[in-house]
C-alpha cells in the first residue's frame, strides 16, 4: 500500500521541532536552542554573563514548547528569559537548576538526575529533547515509560532499549569470557 493512516503524531527527526509534539516534551537548552558555552564563557561571572547575552541560535521551535529543562542556575533566569524572548521561543514553563555556584554543579554533577526528576514528576510531558547523550541515557534510565531523544546522536531511548542493550552487552561478555578461558585451558594442555 501506498498510504497508509496513522493514528497518533507521527515524530520525523527533521520535523522534530515542527511537530505538535513540542507542546507536550520537555527541551533542554544548551546544544539544542543555543550552543553550549566555551569553558573561557563558562565563568560563572562576567563571560557568562556575555554568552547568555550572546549564545548563537541553533533549532527554533516552531510554535509552543511545553517546558525548558536547563542545568543553567536559577540566578541566570532573568538573562535565559531575555534571550528566549529576543529569539521569539513560546514555552510554557522554564526550570532552572537551584544551586548557588558552577563550583558547586560540577561537584555534584546532578543534570541527569535534575532533569529525570522534573521529566518524571510532569504528567502532561510525553518527550524529552537532551543535548548531552550521557544525560539522555541517565534521564531515560530513571523515567520508565517516557522516551528521551539524544539530539547529538538523533537516537530515541527508553528505560527498556538501555536494559535490553545493557544485559546483551553482559551476556556477550561473559560468553566472551568463558572462550578465553576455554582457550587458555586448551593451550595448557
Not at 536494559?163 to 595448557?188: C, P, W
Request: charged share 30%.
Amino acid at each position: 500500500m501506498a498510504l497508509e493512516t496513522i493514528d497518533g503524531e507521527l515524530l520525523l527527526e527533521w520535523s522534530l521541532f515542527r511537530s505538535p509534539i513540542m507542546a507536550k516534551a520537555c527541551l533542554d537548552m544548551d546544544g539544542i536552542l543555543c550552543g553550549d558555552a566555551t569553558t573561557e564563557q563558562d565563568d560563572d561571572g562576567v563571560n557568562y554573563l556575555g554568552f547568555l547575552s550572546e549564545a548563537s541560535r541553533h533549532a527554533v521551535p516552531r510554535g509552543y514548547v511545553h517546558r525548558i529543562v536547563t542545568s543553567r542556575l536559577e540566578k541566570y533566569r532573568s538573562e535565559t528569559e531575555a534571550w528566549l524572548s529576543r529569539q521569539g521561543i513560546a514555552y510554557g514553563t522554564l526550570t532552572m537548576l537551584d544551586l548557588p555556584s558552577e563550583a558547586e554543579r560540577r561537584r555534584l554533577r546532578p543534570q541527569g538526575r535534575f532533569k529525570a526528576d522534573v521529566y518524571r514528576a510532569d504528567s502532561d510531558a510525553i518527550l524529552f529533547v537532551e543535548s548531552e547523550t550521557w544525560q539522555a541515557k541517565e534521564i531515560a534510565r530513571a523515567v520508565p515509560g517516557k522516551p528521551v531523544f539524544d539530539y547529538k546522536t538523533r537516537t530515541l531511548f527508553d528505560s527498556d532499549s538501555l536494559a535490553k542493550h545493557s544485559l546483551k552487552k553482559k551476556v556477550k561478555t561473559r560468553l566472551l569470557s568463558k572462550v578465553n578461558h576455554l582457550l587458555r585451558q586448551l593451550r595448557l594442555n
